[in-house]
């Protein structure tokens, strides 16, 4: 069993570790096979949030397994943590760490909106989620959606959106998600730039 840890060394956490230890999974047992948390993801695996040195852990080869994350080097990726960790209550990104081989297998991110409607209120997107290729089976996927679903719900937000592949629709429509009655959220984009 493995708790979210204090210690971190000499890296730094993107957010306030604690606030993992406060979510409540029980609601959620029902979806998983044998019942996981954040607080005890399975033998060998700890639920944190992203840290400064996860660049060596292999965070950004796991992102890739999503989509494209192209060159970025060790710089830029120290650069976006840190004015990411300075807007302060917006970038909740979460990770799963084997630690028997210190990589970074599974995360999931929350962003948050801070509105003028909704009484001054938060809307949370659910973004990045992906789990390592080689570790299908192990409700990892699961387990970084509800962490961020709970998450979004603890700090506050009135809701949580997500754009999916169509093959994962069924997926998130088991953790809860659904198509609203009126439609409101339908995903539309505009690309800038195909290169990037
Ligand atoms: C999926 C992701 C989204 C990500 C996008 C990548 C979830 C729930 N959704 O829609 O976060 O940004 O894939 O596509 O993980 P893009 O590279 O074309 O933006």
Do not use: W
Not at 171 to 188: H, V
């Amino acid at each position: 069993m493995k708790l979210v840890s204090h210690d971190n060394g000499d890296s730094e956490f993107l957010f306030d570790a604690e606030v993992l230890k406060k979510l409540d999974f029980s609601r959620y047992n029902s979806n998983f096979n044998t019942p996981i948390s954040a607080q005890e993801p399975g033998a060998c695996l700890l639920v944190r949030p992203l840290c400064s040195t996860d660049y060596d852990k292999g965070y950004l080869q796991l992102l890739s397994q999503l989509t494209i994350v192209g060159n970025v080097e060790r710089e830029q990726f120290l650069n976006r943590f840190s004015t990411m960790k300075a807007c302060a209550n917006t970038y909740y990104i979460v990770v799963v760490e084997d630690t028997s081989t210190e990589g970074i297998v599974g995360s999931a991110s929350l962003v948050i909106e801070q509105k003028f409607s909704h009484n001054a209120g938060l809307r949370g997107f659910l973004e990045d989620v992906v789990v390592n290729d080689s570790y299908r089976g192990k409700q990892l996927g699961k387990l970084v959606v509800l962490t961020v679903c709970l998450l979004a719900e603890h700090l506050g937000c009135y809701k949580i959106t997500l754009n999916c592949k169509d093959k994962l629709i069924k997926f998130y429509q088991s953790l809860g998600f659904s198509f609203e009655q009126d439609q409101s959220n339908n995903c539309m984009t505009i690309r800038f730039n195909q290169a990037l």
